[in-house]
């Protein structure tokens, strides 16, 4: 079986993705921002919306759910932890459970931080993380309910998953990442060719996400609370990687 990706802008700055066979034209969508654009998306491409997977909470990666079931007939499913907030939905899962797709098995992460309760859905065939608002591209979301050491371990239980992985998060933000990430990584010549890379495509309008984790590893000061450069910048070279992540969110909240 062929699988297909899509990104799907939707709102002021948020993303959708649409997965799907390309035989049967099954689809999975990850995320309901706004109900129109995903719409218009599968009707344009002739999908049939089998499920829909939502990463948290949040009224911007679930607004556009009830439109959406309007015309189409999905199962909907989201995290245990979470179901005394989340719209009423059929399934729910919790960490290390597994999730099927169009023949393909999935992992679920518990990845809280931004919020308690939030999940990231993993297909190690299509080599895709679905991460919402946990790893994002240069970044990490913002933590509205968890603490730093949540985050930093979530964060860390996906520091194993191959280099080629696609993440798939939530946000356009990378532009704005980039800058923040100069300022305490400024000798980073992975970073500094992405940076402009980014600029770039930006000023084109092409989308920064998915992004690749390799990349992610080489690049995101989040994902790198160990690094002597970043530390001696923070002047925090005996400080505990949570100390460390603790200080660069905290600096990323007041760029």
Known sequence: MSFELITIPCLS????FILYNVENRSAILVDAPEADPINQVLSENNLNLEKIFLTHHHADHIDGLDKILE?????TIGAKADIHRLPKLEEYVQAGDYFFFQ????????VSGHTIGHIALYIPTQNILFS??????????RLFEGSAEQMWQSLSSL???PNTTQICSGHEYTENNASFALSIDPKNHDLIKR???VKLE????FFTVPSELGLEKKT???LRPFDKNIRENLNMLSSTDVEVFSRIRSLKDKF
């Open 13 to 16: 700055d948020n993303y959708a």
């Open 71 to 75: 015309k189409h007939s999905a199962v």
């Open 103 to 110: 023949g393909q098995l999935g992992k679920v992460f518990d």
């Open 132 to 141: 919402g608002d946990s790893l994002m591209a240069l970044g990490c979301g």
């Open 159 to 161: 520091l194993s998953l």
């Open 195 to 197: 940076c402009e890379q």
């Open 202 to 205: 930006r000023s084109k309008g």
């Open 220 to 222: 995101n000061p989040f």
